[in-house]
Each structure stands twice: as C-alpha cells, then as structure tokens.
C-alpha cells in the first residue's frame, strides 16, 4: 500500500512541473486540466493515506521507542517520514506561529494524541530542505526555518510552514515572548473548542498560564479564557513594536533567493557540526538515490 | 585591559616554566579556582604561566579524577534549557516577580552564534557590538552573549547563561544553577562558588564597558541566580552580591600580573616542561618532576580537593601539617606546624617561650579527653 502512496506522490509531482509549465507557457486549457488531473491525484493521495494510517501509526510505535540511538537515514524511509511531516505540520498549524521541536511535540501530544521524539524533528527541517533544493514548490507545503532578523539566518531550534506569510516566520528580539503569547491563546481557544478536553491539553494549558502574568485563576487552576485574555492583554504591550520589526526582517528577506527564504542564509555557517550535517545529508540523498 | 598583563620579561619567564607545552586556556571555572585559594603560591605560578596541571599532577604519579560529572552536566543544561524555553518564559515570571521587571521588558536575543557562525571571536564581537552600541533595540535578555578576559596576557573567552539589560537601567548576570534552594536555602559552598562565578562575568561585562568608554559602574555587583525550588523543577530567583568575590578576584588577577617578583624567588632552570617525545607522550622522569614542583610552595587545604587538579599531590606532601586537616584547625593551633609537635606539646614537650599559650591549651584539651575517654593522646 505504501507503494501506491509513493507512487501517487511521484505523480502528484510530475503533475504540479506540469501545471506550473503549462502556466508559464500561457496555454489556460492544458494547465485547467492538468490541475483537475493534479486535484484528483492529490484526493487519491488523501484516500490512501486514509486507508494505511492506523498500521502507520503502529509502525511509529516501535521506532519512537528507540528514540535518539535510531540512526537519522531511517526517518528518510518511506512511509515514516510522511506520518511525522504531517503531525508536525498539524501542531504548527494549531499554533500559528515558529515553535521549538519540543513544543511542537507536546501540542501534537495533547490535541492529537501521539507524541514523537524531537530528535527526529531536527532531521526532518533537513529532509525537508534536501527535497526543496531538488525539487523546488514540489510539495504543497514544507517544514521550514524562521529566520533571525538581524542575519535572516536560520534561528536556533525554531520550526515553522513554508505557506506562512513571511513575516510570521521572522524572529526579532521581542518575537520569542509574542509568539509565546500568541500560542498560548491559540492553545486555549483550541481547548475552548473541545467539549471534554484530554487531560494533556489542560497540563499544557496550566504550564502556559504559569509563564503569563495574571493568567492562573484565584484557585490556581487555569481557565481557558482568562489565559487568552491576559495572554493578549500582555500582546497589546509588544504587538506593534514586534510587528514591525518583523515587517523590517521580511522586506530584507523577500531579497533572498527561495531556498534561502525558507531555509535561512547559510553565508556566515561555518561550524564543524554543520559540515557533519552536510555529509550524513550528502550520504543521506544517496541513500534515497539509491533507493529511487 | 592595562595593569593586567605581565611584562615582557615575566612572560618570557612565565614560558620558560611552562616549557613546550602550549597553554591552557582559562574558563569561568578555573578563573574562580583562582579567587578559592589566594594564599597558593604553586597554583598562582602554574595558573599564571597556563600549566596544564592535569598532566602535570599526572605525570608526576598523582592523577586526579578531576572536572565536572556527566550526570552534572547533563542536568544542569536540562534545567537551563527549561528556564530559556519559549523565549525564557519561565524566567520572565520569575524576574517581574521578584525584581519588579516591567511588563515591556521582553526582549530575548540569542547569542549562541551569530548567523550560523559559532566561532569565538565573531560570537564575542557581536556581543561587544550588542552590549555597546548606544541603540539597543529591546533587548532585555542576552542569551550566552560571549565575552573575554584577559588573564596572565591570554585571553580567556567565557560565557554567561544570561544577561538581563536594562533591569534598573543598569546590566545584571544571571547564573543558573541546578542545584536545589530548600526552604530558602541551598548549600553555602556551592552559592559561593556561583557567587564568585558570577564575579568573574561581572569583571568580564566591566572590561568590556569600559575598554568602550562606558562607565564601568553600570554592570550591577547585584548578580541574579536562578536554580530549582525545593524538590520540584521550577526555578526560584535570588539575588547575590558579589562585591567581595570580585575583590578577591581583583587581586589574584593583579597578582597574576605582578607575577615576575614571585618568579624572582626561584632558580633560573626551574621548569614544569614534561619533555615530551615526539608523539607528545611526556618522558620527563616523575621524581625529578615532583621536585621541580616541590621547590614551590603549596598552601593546601581539604577544599582543594574539590577546585584543584594537584590536589592529590600537595596532599601527600602536606600529609603530617595541621593544614592537611583543614583551615580551621590551622588557625587554631596558630603557630604549630606538624600534627607531631602539636601531640607531644599535648604530652607534655616543654615548649618554647612563644608557644606556651597554645601548648597550654593543648594540654589541657589532652587531659580533658583522658579523664573522658580514659586514654592518652
């Protein structure tokens, strides 16, 4: 079954060179069929993924428990990366805003039910960047970087989504506590939302409302809409400030080449670490070579 | 920094006792060993010259399980992390909290490299640039900010957790500790050696305001630690002075710098070099080593066990003193040097004139524990 899904991602590609071809070649018939081709592809896609899910979530179990002595080229195995992409995507999605692997981890615990180790989170950030280069805007939507404003470099542990508007993804010195701020609202509106909220959503509450000034209640429990509203009272303090540093950061960085827009500017990397990363990533997409 | 650098001539010497050995570079740590026993003149003399002890201590037969353990590390990093986590979410409570920070004071910058550069000297430039530039655009925490110290002539790069800027308008260190605060209290020894930690940042955070033409004043003796609250992980804030601290450390580094007169009392030829071979594996024989380092003198005391890579040396030299047995009992038999001496003043040695007071006590402390124990000393 897996197959199946692989190869319907290898068509849905083909499909978008096609449509974005077609676009740039101005011809509006081709590229209308050829994206209703993409659309059902992409529905076929979804279908299949539908029907392999719970064995894929079974397959996740024994992996996770190995924990950080699984080597990274095994996250790059077919079947394993897709599950863990898209609980990714589903947290940050939940947030709206860059988070750290290990917050990404205790959201998707919370409000989806399985939790992932963070090891493999950091060599996902790289899978992703490794498919970008090779195929550019081949996939709806990648794991990316958010950048440090000062250097539009990629900011330390900090994941975002690609389709994000580029200020979003912009780390200015007031950024860590907006962006704190704003998920604790978006967190508590999610729980809000939920009749009977699952015991991990609420202790992910309470350790948000603990780091918001006024945000526990006099009975030291936190309830969903005081969190939210002393969450952003504090936000109305840094919102504009923060913004338009942001807006400063994103005007630079719409200057960067598209690769570099989403994965951060490599031009001061220098470290030992990152030239390791460079080689597991080089063996890596020989690895998947090999495997194609 | 000027006042702070041996002369030419003492650094010439300072590499004659070294030898071929290149060397060792300072950190927070070993600068704090400095400050915890000011009276060594051994470790003044290594320190100052940048021995590595370690080898030295090694080859001369005494090796010293010596640094910081894994589990340590491990669990000190693990609650800096999660004090730091989410733009130091947790600390920022603490610090409105305690110290009253304002509620706009929320800037958080990371200084764990610079664009992906982690390299020492681009970190510590940026950090120069952050901390002095005139506009410092909300920046309230400084995150592992990079700074230098110059100590014996070298420069030693150490890193602080945090700063936090702009607390009262002025720069405070934040160290944070893993180690307990019970009820309001945690071990003396170790807040010390944080305080005196802290010391060295704040030395650090003054030389670089000041080589910038700022005033050194604005980097607050008020240090802030943070470390877990009783036997729970969440952190507790406190703050610490270290006005004493940087004293002490004011003048071990101005003792460093005035290091020719202490190497003026030594023989020309004296040298720690472990004549190496070829491969860097030392020959130099362990007597003859031991005696190069026994021609300096040592001032132990059980505490060294804990700072000092030689430890294990100067405690079998000082095997027999009353200092081996701690700095108290040494200031209690003030004048007597040998436990020896001290046991037959006990018995009843008739002493010499300046020594009566002391013999005196000593004898009646020994006819105290007969009639006590029934046994003699």
């Given at each position: 079954?897996?197959?199946?899904?692989?190869?319907?991602?290898?068509?849905?590609?083909?499909?978008?060179?096609?449509?974005?071809?077609?676009?740039?070649?101005?011809?509006?018939?081709?590229?209308?069929?050829?994206?209703?081709?993409?659309?059902?592809?992409?529905?076929?896609?979804?279908?299949?993924?539908?029907?392999?899910?719970?064995?894929?979530?079974?397959?996740?179990?024994?992996?996770?428990?190995?924990?950080?002595?699984?080597?990274?080229?095994?996250?790059?195995?077919?079947?394993?990366?897709?599950?863990?992409?898209?609980?990714?995507?589903?947290?940050?999605?939940?947030?709206?805003?860059?988070?750290?692997?290990?917050?990404?981890?205790?959201?998707?615990?919370?409000?989806?039910?399985?939790?992932?180790?963070?090891?493999?989170?950091?060599?996902?950030?790289?899978?992703?960047?490794?498919?970008?280069?090779?195929?550019?805007?081949?996939?709806?939507?990648?794991?990316?970087?958010?950048?440090?404003?000062?250097?539009?470099?990629?900011?330390?542990?900090?994941?975002?989504?690609?389709?994000?508007?580029?200020?979003?993804?912009?780390?200015?010195?007031?950024?860590?506590?907006?962006?704190?701020?704003?998920?604790?609202?978006?967190?508590?509106?999610?729980i809000e939302r939920i009749p009977e909220p699952p015991a991990a959503a609420r202790r992910l509450l309470q350790r948000f409302a603990a780091s918001v000034s006024g945000a526990i209640s006099p009975g030291g429990g936190a309830d969903p809409a005081a969190v939210s509203e002393a969450a952003r009272a504090e936000l109305t303090v840094h919102r504009d400030a923060d913004a338009e540093a942001r807006a400063a950061a994103a005007e630079r960085a719409r200057g960067l080449h598209h690769a570099e827009r989403l994965f951060g500017t490599t031009m001061f990397r220098d470290r030992a670490g990152d030239a390791a990363d460079d080689a597991a990533e080089a063996a890596g997409a020989e690895a998947k070579a090999a495997g194609e | 920094m000027t006042g702070r650098q041996p002369s030419a001539t003492g650094q010439t010497a300072l590499d004659r006792l070294r030898g071929r050995a290149l060397p060792k570079n300072h950190d927070a740590r070993t600068i704090s060993a400095l400050a915890a026993n000011p009276g060594c003149t051994r470790r003044a003399l290594m320190d100052a010259a940048g021995v590595d002890k370690q080898r030295i201590a090694a080859q001369a037969g005494f090796p010293a399980p010596f640094g910081q353990s894994r589990f340590a590390i491990v669990r000190g990093n693990a609650f800096e992390a999660q004090v730091k986590e989410n733009g130091a979410a947790q600390l920022l409570v603490l610090l409105r909290d305690l110290l009253g920070l304002d509620v706009s004071e929320v800037g958080y910058a990371d200084f764990n490299d610079v664009g992906g550069?982690?390299?020492?000297?681009?970190?510590?430039?940026?950090?120069?640039?952050?901390?002095?530039?005139?506009?410092?655009?909300?920046?309230?925490?400084?995150?592992?900010?990079?700074?230098?110290?110059?100590?014996?002539?070298?420069?030693?790069?150490?890193?602080?957790?945090?700063?936090?800027?702009?607390?009262?308008?002025?720069?405070?260190?934040?160290?944070?500790?893993?180690?307990?605060?019970?009820?309001?209290?945690?071990?003396?020894?170790?807040?010390?050696a944080a305080a005196i930690q802290s010391a060295v940042y704040v030395r650090a955070l003054r030389d670089l305001v000041s080589e910038?033409?700022?005033?050194?004043?604005?980097?607050?003796?008020?240090?802030?630690?943070?470390?877990?609250?009783?036997?729970?992980?969440?952190?507790?804030?406190?703050?610490?002075?270290?006005?004493?601290?940087?004293?002490?450390?004011?003048?071990?580094?101005s003792r460093i710098a005035s290091i020719e007169d202490l190497i003026s009392q030594y023989p020309p030829a004296l040298t720690f070099d472990l004549d190496p071979d070829a491969q860097g594996r030392p020959r130099r024989p362990a007597a003859e080593l031991a005696a190069a380092i026994g021609q300096v003198a040592a001032n132990y005391a059980p505490e060294c066990l804990a700072t000092c890579e030689l430890c294990f040396l100067c405690r079998d030299e000082a095997a027999g003193t009353t200092g081996a047995l701690g700095k108290p009992v040494r200031e209690d038999l003030g004048g007597i040097e040998y436990i020896a001496q001290a046991r037959s003043l006990a018995r009843g040695q008739v002493p010499a004139p300046e020594q009566a007071e002391i013999a005196a006590l000593l004898l009646r402390a020994a006819q105290l524990r007969e009639q006590v124990l029934g046994e003699a000393v």
């Open positions: 079954m897996a197959e199946t899904i692989e190869a319907l991602e290898r068509r849905i590609d083909e499909l978008r060179v096609a449509v974005r071809e077609a676009v740039l070649a101005g011809d509006r018939t081709l590229a209308g069929q050829r994206r209703s081709a993409l659309r059902s592809a992409e529905q076929a896609w979804e279908d299949a993924l539908d029907e392999v899910a719970p064995a894929g979530a079974a397959g996740a179990g024994p992996s996770a428990q190995a924990g950080p002595a699984e080597p990274p080229e095994s996250s790059a195995l077919p079947g394993s990366l897709l599950p863990l992409r898209e609980q990714v995507y589903e947290a940050l999605s939940l947030l709206q805003v860059p988070a750290a692997p290990k917050l990404i981890a205790t959201v998707h615990e919370a409000f989806f039910g399985a939790t992932f180790p963070t090891t493999r989170v950091t060599s996902l950030k790289r899978d992703e960047e490794r498919s970008f280069r090779t195929a550019p805007f081949a996939r709806p939507y990648y794991i990316c970087a958010a950048l440090s404003a000062d250097y539009l470099a990629p900011s330390r542990g900090l994941l975002a989504v690609s389709t994000w508007p580029l200020e979003l993804r912009m780390i200015g010195s007031l950024s860590p506590r907006a962006d704190f701020l704003t998920a604790a609202i978006r967190v508590a509106e999610a | 550069n982690s390299s020492a000297e681009v970190r510590h430039l940026h950090t120069r640039h952050a901390l002095t530039a005139p506009d410092q655009p909300g920046r309230t925490l400084l995150d592992h900010p990079l700074l230098r110290l110059k100590v014996g002539g070298r420069p030693a790069y150490l890193e602080p957790d945090l700063i936090a800027l702009r607390l009262d308008g002025t720069f405070h260190v934040i160290e944070i500790k893993s180690f307990a605060v019970i009820d309001g209290q945690a071990d003396p020894a170790k807040v010390a910038a033409g700022g005033d050194p004043a604005a980097v607050s003796h008020d240090t802030i630690l943070v470390a877990p609250r009783d036997f729970s992980s969440q952190p507790t804030a406190a703050s610490l002075d270290v006005r004493r601290q940087l004293g002490v450390l004011d003048r071990q580094l």
